[in-house]
Nanobody
């Protein structure tokens, strides 16, 4: 399983970005796809995930600002990030959890700064 994340960059406070993560390899229908992030000097933390039935789940810090979605045919998960603030600055990692294993992408850097 390989995950390729893209869409990161520099954005001003209050701006928006859309992250994408394309999965390849053996991807099962029964899986959870999600996003995590790691800010400088901090541990990796959960951001959002989407379950097999399409139900999303969000960290409190991003609920109402971020939206996770997926395109099952393209094996791609997206993270629409709105109302970004400097505290959202981090490397964002996509994740697939399937058959009891976690798979991680290489990360994409999001910097929120004026």
């Amino acid at each position: 399983v390989q995950l390729q994340a893209s869409g990161g960059g520099l954005v001003q406070p209050g701006g928006s970005l859309r992250l994408s993560c394309a999965a390849s390899g053996t991807i099962f229908t029964s899986k959870i796809m999600g996003w995590y992030r790691q800010a400088p000097g901090k541990q990796r933390e959960f951001v959002a995930r989407i379950f097999v039935n399409g139900t999303p789940d969000y960290a409190d810090s991003v609920r109402g600002r971020f939206t996770i979605s997926r395109d099952s045919a393209k094996k791609t998960v997206y993270l629409q990030m709105n109302s970004l603030n400097p505290e959202d600055t981090a490397v964002y990692y996509c994740n697939i959890f399937q058959r009891g294993r976690d798979y991680w992408g290489q990360g994409t850097l999001v910097t929120v700064s004026s």
